[in-house]
């Protein structure tokens, strides 16, 4: 492992190795899924940390949220929706209407506007991990506004109010219609946006930090503690284990630790030296497809047990996650190639074809 220098790249600067932290993020999730699915033991020490790599989920919005922030102010909001829209929606609607078509009752309205969580019953069957989904199109939504405000102050400030905010969020597991959202046939309030500013805090932090110098810390390190994080947030005295409805305080403890760790895997990449593994053109690829491998594992999933003749919650971990990778790797590279990377790259030529534009009629009036 490396030593991690902590000597920040310019806000603008692309930081290749969050790319391959994409990919190996996107691949804990799936891993996560296959390990419930196949009914590995959450009570052992291997199960109790799979479980808990659902915490992968709060690495994506940490990077989301740094990335996004560091980068705030350089373009019109408009523009900004634009971009996020095209990086979002298309590879999305194909995943969903894919699952929709062999679930044609499924509550398909809700899922392709993304607004599932908000509705009774609107998770569905194979599309179920869209939740944290919905959650990052909210913050997407409100960041413009976010920048409005906070922007008027300097980095301290800044600090305060994000750290302020994320504090208070903690709060809302303990709101009465929260608590009880699932005994009054409502949607599970318990994982709607305002519970994860933690979550996106640990990013927009890290983007305030860069060009701040720290001590040196061996990778090794930054990903012991976050296992072991993982491995703690998995033990029963922490918080139910698999789909059991935690407590508000059993809910603030496990969002308090997906804060961790997150904070220990992805502080240390962006904003400290390139990683050489991270970087490795494999890792790389993974990362550009790391959105539409997490768009299809679970589909993918859904049909792997039928396509073995196996059960759910009937094991043979390795075989499914191994068949499931197998598949939603060369689907994610379709889905990215076709989808994903030609929406990219029409909408980035835009702002080109409408100079050209421009300058088209500017010529012809002066002639």
């Not at 992968?56 to 929706?81: D, E, I, K």
């Not at 995943?95 to 609107?122: D, K």
């Not at 318990?190 to 805090?201: D, N, S």
Request: net charge positive.
């Amino acid at each position: 492992m490396s030593h991690q220098s902590y000597a920040a790249p310019s806000a603008t600067g692309f930081i290749s190795s969050l790319e391959g932290l994409r990919a190996i993020a996107a691949l804990g999730v799936l891993t996560t899924h296959v390990a419930f699915q196949t009914g590995v033991d959450p009570a052992g020490t291997v199960g109790s940390i799979l479980a808990r790599f659902d915490f992968f989920v709060a690495v994506f919005f940490a990077l989301s949220a740094f990335l996004l922030w560091r980068r705030r102010g350089h373009q019109p909001a408009g523009r900004y929706y634009l971009k996020r829209a095209a990086r979002i929606l298309p590879a999305y609607w194909v995943t969903v209407v894919s699952v929709l078509l062999f679930i044609p009752t499924g509550p398909w309205l809700a899922n392709l506007t993304l607004t599932q969580i908000y509705v009774v019953g609107g998770l569905m069957t194979g599309l179920t991990h869209l939740w944290s989904l919905c959650v990052e199109v909210a913050f997407y939504l409100v960041l413009p506004l976010v920048v409005v405000v906070l922007d008027r102050f300097g980095r301290r400030a800044r600090v305060g109010w994000i750290v302020g905010a994320s504090a208070l969020s903690l709060g809302w597991a303990y709101l009465p219609v929260v608590e009880t959202s699932l005994d009054q046939d409502l949607p599970n309030l318990q994982i709607w946006p305002p519970a994860y500013v933690c979550w996106f805090a640990v990013g927009m932090l890290a983007a305030e930090f860069e060009g701040v110098r720290f001590p040196r810390v061996p990778t090794v390190v930054w990903w012991a503690l976050s296992l072991t994080t993982a491995w703690i947030a998995g033990q029963e005295w922490f918080g139910p284990l698999g789909l059991t409805h935690p407590t508000p305080g059993e809910f603030v403890l496990r969002v308090l630790a997906g804060t961790a760790f997150a904070t220990f895997i992805v502080v240390p990449y962006a904003l400290g030296s390139p990683s050489r593994l991270l970087n490795t053109g494999w890792m790389r690829a993974l990362g550009k497809w790391s959105y539409s491998i997490f768009l299809w594992h679970l589909p993918v999933l859904t049909i792997v047990f039928p396509l073995l003749g196996l059960d759910l919650f009937s094991g043979d971990f390795l075989l499914v996650l191994l068949a499931t990778t197998a598949i939603t790797l060369p689907v994610a590279t379709v889905s990215y190639t076709l989808i994903e990377e030609p929406v990219m790259r029409w909408v980035g030529s835009w702002p080109a074809r409408t100079r050209a534009q421009q300058a088209l009629v500017t010529s012809a009036t002066q002639e």
